[in-house]
């Protein structure tokens, strides 16, 4: 771990850094925090497994009412929840999740840290999750963090027991208290120390809770009041943390704006225990660290600062600029001088940004830019240097006051520009619960900064500052106002299968779509298309030209060469090859209204499912539900679906669901998708409907659902009681009840063999208890775990069916699974039997 990379240190000059596309001036209430902030030295970091774990309202107040530095460090990124907005799973889950924890930091002020570790999914256990996590590699990720952060208390938001309610809490608890103990060690992961000192926390807390039924806290232990309003903000902290807790909308985190003050409870897990506050016995002020003009020279700008005009203050806080400079403690001052200049730059007003009018990029092309910068302070700012990305230019231009400064400037993008992705997602992940990374000094932030950035010298009076703009595309959006994004590096030619999956039975050819997007204007050559499985090329062809920006090729893989394949789930690569260049990537785009375009590539691959799958419906109505893959997949099979609204449930019924043109009545089955009780808040209207639709012979199938939120009290035609109960295990043995039963039989025949490669988990939200006019069907369990009935119930009613499962075919069908799929196409043609 931590290879050698080259730093350069900077100590008369600073960068300022920004992860944003633009900089920006912080608000003066914002401004004014920061100023208090600075004047403390101590740091708090706040740990946990996943993004929204973090307990927001103790951030908030740590940061706006105590103003210490805080972080909070999530061991994963959410990669193996569920998605409430959209079908995304797996690591491009956890790109949106690593983005919602980000606006939610732009709120309350934390900083935002991640190990490697990949969310594989609910854990019941440590046991369990450490057969998954290198329990040593994520610990010397945390001690990292710790020796880079420098952290004088760790929070932890769960104990390493039972308690947690999730096996990743409780490692996250295990593997803080290790590191605790290890960053104040030398002889710990000493390759890291070519690159930052050892550092011992003062101690480390357990921050003890409520949640539901399970109280851990006690009169005993340390207790803080948090919640205070804050004029400046003009909410609570429990207000503040409501707003940033809601960003997390993915996983449907809404959560309520709560006003007035409560109390925090901490238990000491190790260090020195805390008698009074957080930060008993931790006297690190300025004056006590031999600068006592530092501190003076802060009370005189804190006390002086003017809301109307930051930009007064910047006499004493260039001068104090001069004072941090001359630190001897060089980690201090790197911090410092970093927060100073941007609490400077935001008292000048400076704004700065580097903007194109499209949104990707070539390498090796050129486009035209505009540099605007802009100061509000009666200060001349200098621009005096612009170092474009393979040139410098002089200016020595002062910027007057409120006057938009424009340069245009054609760029050249290096030809060796990396594509536009997440450091976390360049290289194939080490295994399925370990991320690889490309350096290990990356190791801990949620992203990078952009590599492709111009360079401002300015000078204020007689300091100077750098400031890195990155590369960035700007539109009117007609909707939104200005959209600033990061410009987005991708590849001369991407590939793509037109569709996410194919299905091909035995003994027949597989016709695949293969789309080709040309990004820029190079004439390609002629060149080989090459459909490829586990090295072996099964079909493509010669390509003789690049016809247009956008276009589909056809390709038949002959029955013979799939016949060669024994596995009925294959990944099929594709790529072309020209003037000995391999083009194999495809481009995976995530838009969402809250969130930055997110962009990372991945193989042009598809996975095609290969065997005996049987289905006998032929139109399907679906109600949404939360992100579901399922619709497409049944298209895919060859069902028409249509998903239903309003007007495909009244008709000419009466709201009993009575009525003599009943317009459900067309489909084969009727599914509700994942959560659609937690979702669809007409369900309640519809479901009587939906009753009636299964009283007269129809098939009603229903996914799992969460007691969250719900818009329906009784979903069952016959009542049963839904919990947190699940198996995890994907690989648990599944024992038939009754192996007879015509879902198990018709079209396909169901066996033990179709539960084998099934992903992350069998199942979750089991019923415990159902109404004897249910059958379930299936029996299962984890290791060591009580057995579970619950994952499929099936109900006569009328002359129809009614089958609610809350097995994960929403994780199977999208990773290809041939048995989940028989499964549920059986499922949907119970009425055809």
């Known amino acids: 771990m931590f290879k050698k990379v080259s730093i350069a240190v900077i100590l008369s000059l600073s960068t300022v850094l920004t992860s944003a596309q633009q900089v920006r001036p912080s608000k003066s209430s914002e401004i004014y925090r920061d100023l208090k902030t600075l004047k403390h030295l101590p740091k708090v970091l706040y740990l946990a497994a996943h993004p929204d774990d973090e307990n927001t309202g103790l951030l908030s107040w740590l940061i706006n009412d105590q103003n210490v530095e805080t ?17 995304e799973q797996g690591a491009a889950l956890g790109l949106i999740r690593t983005h919602e924890l980000l606006e939610a930091r732009k709120l309350d002020g934390a900083q935002q840290f991640f190990t490697r570790a990949i969310d594989f999914g609910f854990s019941k256990n440590t046991t369990d ?32 027991t039972a308690a947690a309610g999730h096996g990743q809490h409780a490692a996250s608890a295990v593997v803080a208290e290790k590191a605790f103990k290890l960053a104040g060690d030398k ?41 205070q309003y804050d004029a400046q903000l003009g909410l609570g902290y429990g207000e503040l943390a409501g707003l940033s807790r809601s960003l997390h909308k993915s996983q449907g985190a809404g959560t309520q704006s709560v006003a007035g003050i409560k109390t925090e409870y901490f238990s000491n897990v190790d260090g020195e225990p805390a008698k009074s506050i957080l930060f008993d016995g931790i006297n690190k002020t300025w004056t006590k ?62 704004m700065g940004e580097v903007v194109t009018n499209q949104p990707e990029a070539v390498a090796g092309e050129s486009h035209n830019f505009r540099l605007n910068v802009i100061s509000r302070a009666e200060n001349p700012v200098v621009l005096e240097n612009v170092k474009w990305l393979n040139q410098s230019e002089n ?11 424009t340069i245009q400037h054609q760029i050249q993008i290096p030809a060796d520009a990396a594509l536009t992705e997440p450091y976390w997602l360049a290289k194939s992940a080490k295994d399925a619960a370990t991320f690889s990374v490309p350096n290990d000094t990356l190791v801990g932030l949620p992203e990078t900064e952009s590599p492709l950035s111009i360079l401002l010298d300015l000078k204020i009076d007689s300091e100077k500052f750098q400031v890195k ?155 949404q539900g939360a992100g579901d893959f399922i619709p497409e997949f049944l298209r895919i099979a060859g069902i028409q679906v249509d998903v239903l609204k309003d007007e495909d449930f009244y008709g000419n019924n009466d709201e009993s669901g009575n009525g003599s043109q009943n317009k459900l009545s067309q489909y084969d089955a009727i599914v509700l998708g994942i959560r659609a009780n937690n979702t669809e808040k007409k369900l309640g209207r519809w479901m009587p409907f939906l009753w009636s639709y299964v009283k007269n012979g129809g098939n009603l199938v229903m996914q799992y659902n969460t007691s969250q939120d719900t818009t329906v009290d009784q979903l069952g035609i016959y009542k049963f009681n839904i919990t947190n109960k699940r198996v995890t295990e994907e690989n648990a043995e599944v024992k038939f009840l009754n192996p007879n039963h015509k879902l198990l039989n018709y079209p396909n025949k169901i066996t033990a063999n179709d539960f084998n490669g099934w992903v992350q988990e069998r199942g979750a939200y089991f019923p415990d208890k159902w109404d004897a006019a249910y059958e379930p069907l299936f029996e299962m369990h984890d290791m060591g775990e009580e ?24 994780r199977q069908l999208p990773a290809g699974n041939v048995g989940a799929a028989r499964l549920f196409l059986n499922f949907l043609s119970a009425q055809k039997n």
Not at 71 to 87: I, K, P
Not at 395 to 405: A, T
């Open 71 to 87: 972080g909070y460090l999530s061991l994963t990124r959410g990669d193996g929840g569920q998605n409430l907005l959209g079908t």
């Open 395 to 405: 200016f020595n231009r002062k910027l007057s006051k409120d006057s938009l400064i």
């Open 289 to 350: 660290e031999g600068n006592p003009d530092i501190d003076q020279s802060l009370d005189k700008i804190i006390s002086n600062f003017n809301f109307n005009r930051p930009d007064l203050s910047l006499p004493a806080l260039l001068a104090l600029r001069k004072k941090v400079i001359t630190l001897k403690d060089s980690d201090i001052k790197k911090d410092k001088i970093k927060s100073l200049d941007q609490i400077i730059l935001s008292c000048a007003g400076f």
């Open 469 to 623: 703009l990155p590369l960035s595309f700007k539109k009117l959006d007609p909707v939104r106002g200005d959209v600033v994004e990061a410009l987005r590096i991708v590849p001369a030619l991407e590939l793509k299968f037109t569709q996410p999956l194919y299905l091909v039975k035995e003994n027949e050819d597989l016709n695949v779509n293969l789309n080709f997007k040309a990004n820029s204007n190079k004439q390609f050559s002629s060149g080989k298309v090459n459909l490829m499985y586990n090295g072996e090329r099964l079909g493509g062809g010669d390509l003789k030209s690049i016809s247009g920006k956008d276009f589909t090729v056809g390709y038949v893989i002959p029955k013979a060469k799939l016949a060669s394949v024994k596995s009925n789930q294959l990944q099929l690569e594709a790529d072309f090859v020209a003037d000995g260049i391999a083009y194999n990537k495809k481009q995976v785009l995530i838009q969402y209204p809250h969130l930055p375009s997110l962009q990372y590539f991945a193989p042009a691959s598809v996975v095609v499912m290969k065997g005996d799958i049987q289905s006998k419906v032929k139109k399907v109505g679906y109600v």
């Open 187 to 227: 002889k710990a992961f000493p390759n890291q120390l070519k690159f930052v000192n050892i550092w011992q926390p003062k101690r480390i807390l357990w921050n003890t809770f409520r949640f539901g039924g399970v109280n851990t806290t006690a009169e005993n232990q340390l207790k803080v009041t948090v919640g």
């Open 787 to 810: 057995t579970l009935q619950g994952s499929t119930l099936y109900a006569k009613y009328g002359k129809g069916n009614f089958i609610y499962t809350p097995l994960a075919f929403f």
């Open 129 to 160: 999750t450490f057969k998954q996590w290198d329990e040593n590699s994520i610990t010397a990720d945390v001690v990292w963090v710790i020796r880079k952060f420098r952290p004088d208390v760790i929070i932890c938001r769960f104990p390493p």
